[in-house]
């Protein structure tokens, strides 16, 4: 039996369409949209229909309303993107190495801190998750180098990371994790597609999740900031020129002076 696939609503529609219109460039940054009515017949939408695009639009950052003037294009900078829908027009409209080597470097600034605290809080049954997680790359490695889909080595990796923001205690950092996902699926897509990519990092996987199980904050800060770092320094060779990727990223020193963290109860 052929699977019924649901066709999407003209309101969704309108909204990606002219969502990616505006990620594309094909307004003026800090211009003004088309007038309503214009908009109506651009897009084949009635006016309730163009309101509710352009409110939602507004919600992302992507567009102000000025009363009696109209509906002014926001510059880049104003956008929400942690939002899935303005991360997909931005991988769908090209050049977003930029937004890959930005998130990398915020990823660089947490989440050898969320592996430090989970280290020194995670519970016996997160560490224990932890681990079998790695196992799980491990296991999905072997299928990819096999021929297998990327989309399960992603998933798994994915995993693994979220886990140990959750397994940091802290609220923040694990409902950042899981906000995080979708634009940490774009950029593991990114920095992974190179042949034998995905496997280079497993190590350094396999040493933060030993160092998290063990309750060795210092040793899980250090792996987790290499482990992201491994990426940063490839992709960044990849996709900018000489002088760009010879450019240091930030330094972050180590929050804990060079002392092995204890285990807390």
Known sequence: MTPITQKPSLFTHVLDKLGSQI???????????????????????????????????????MVQAQQKVGVRVLPSSSWNLMDINVLDWIWRGGHH???VRDFLEFRLALEPAASYQAALRASPEA????????????AVNEKLK????????????????????????NHF??????????????QVEATTNEPGEFE????????????????????AFNSSYELVRMPYDSYMRRAFSTEQAAFPV???????????GKKVS
């Not at 560490?127 to 491990?138: E, M, N, V, W």
């Not at 297998?148 to 940091?168: C, E, K, W």
């Not at 996987?205 to 210092?218: P, S």
Request: glycine fraction near 10%.
């Open 97 to 99: 190495e930029s937004y």
């Open 173 to 186: 950092a694990r409902n950042l994790g899981a906000l995080l996902t979708h634009i940490m699926r774009r």
């Open 127 to 138: 560490r224990r998750d932890i681990l079998a997680r790695y196992q799980d790359l491990l």
């Open 23 to 61: 990620v594309a460039g094909a307004f003026d940054r800090n211009a003004m949209l088309p007038r309503e009515q214009d908009l109506c017949v651009a897009m084949g939408a009635s006016r309730t229909v163009i309101r509710e695009v352009l409110r939602v639009l507004g919600q992302k950052g």
């Open 200 to 219: 280079r990092g497993l190590h350094l996987h396999g040493q933060v999740a030993e160092a998290i199980a063990l309750g060795d904050a210092q040793a």
């Open 146 to 169: 096999q021929g297998h889909d990327r989309r399960l080595a992603v998933d798994t990796d994915i995993g693994f990371h979220t886990a140990v923001f959750a397994a940091s205690g």
């Open 250 to 260: 930030v330094a972050i020193p180590s929050i804990a002076s060079g002392r092995r």
